[in-house]
Structures are given as structure tokens and as C-alpha cells.
């Protein structure tokens, strides 16, 4: 098995149900392909660079897989056939990798993943901390003139 990362930006108008097709269909062609998916993260909305079939938004999804070059050979032309598909491109990461290397990538993202969430946590704890200690300022209130 190879190694790819494919990113795949949708037209901005397609509903969630619809890029949750798109992304389960790929899914699918890897997996039965005796792929597997490493990550997969929905980047959401994005100003694109330049107009792509006339659309200035696009909704950008990131997979990063190991899979057979047939695999990608297939979910491409799928992409080809789809209307919702604006634009995608893949990339081979790594000529051969193994399953436990793949394995080891997934629990260093999950770790990754865990410990990014733990820190953001900590950091609102932190936020909501300080906001308590700093008492309320009141604002002096402006003198009325009766100048008019």
C-alpha cells in the first residue's frame, strides 16, 4: 500500500448530508480496496484563491489514507462525475507503508488530538478564572449638559 493525502473542495451550497455522501462514498472505495483511512478533518468554508466554476467559497475536505493506486484511480473519476466535486488533487506521501505504521500514525494523531483538546480546555478554565477574579468597572457617567 501507498500513502496518499487527497484534498477535495465542494460547492459551498451543498448541505451537510450531501458532503457526508461525498465523504462515506470515498470512504468506502478505499476501504474496499483493503485501504485504510488515516484522518479525515472537514476544514469548512474557505475563501478560495480565484473563482473555481464560478463560486468565490468552497467547502474544503482533508484525508490523509493509505490505499492502492486503483483506489485513487477510482474515487477520482467519481469526483469527475459529481457536480458538488469543484476540485480535488492527491498527493503520494510515502511509497509503501505498512500497517503498523499506520497504526503507529493513528495513536500519534489520536494522542495529538487528545492533548489539543485537554489544552484547550485548560486555557478556557484559565479564561473563566480570571474573568471571575477582575471585579465589575464601572464605567463614571457622563455629565448632561442642557446645552441645546
Known amino acids: 500500500m501507498r500513502r496518499y493525502e487527497t484534498i477535495f473542495i465542494l ?3 451543498v448541505g451537510e448530508e450531501e458532503i457526508n455522501k461525498v465523504i462515506e462514498s470515498t470512504s468506502q472505495i478505499i476501504l474496499d480496496e483493503k ?10 468554508m474557505k475563501k ?9 467559497l468552497g467547502y474544503y475536505i482533508y ?13 477520482e473519476r467519481k469526483f469527475r462525475i459529481d457536480d458538488s466535486v469543484m476540485k480535488y488533487m492527491t498527493i503520494k506521501t510515502a511509497a509503501s507503508i505498512s500497517e503498523e505504521e499506520i497504526q503507529q500514525i493513528k495513536d500519534d494523531l489520536s ?3 487528545t492533548a489539543e483538546i485537554e489544552q484547550a480546555a485548560a486555557a478556557e478554565k484559565e479564561a473563566e478564572e480570571q474573568t471571575e ?8 457617567e457622563e455629565k448632561k449638559t442642557a446645552d441645546n
Do not use: M, Q
Open 111 to 113: 494522542a495529538k488530538k
Open 63 to 75: 484525508c490523509d489514507f493509505a490505499g492502492t493506486p486503483a483506489a485513487v484511480a477510482e474515487f
Open 11 to 13: 460547492r459551498p451550497n
Open 133 to 140: 477574579e477582575k471585579p465589575a468597572e464601572k464605567k463614571p
Open 35 to 44: 485501504g485504510s483511512i488515516i484522518d479525515l478533518n472537514k476544514w469548512g
Open 48 to 56: 478560495l484563491a480565484y473563482l473555481i466554476k464560478k463560486e468565490s
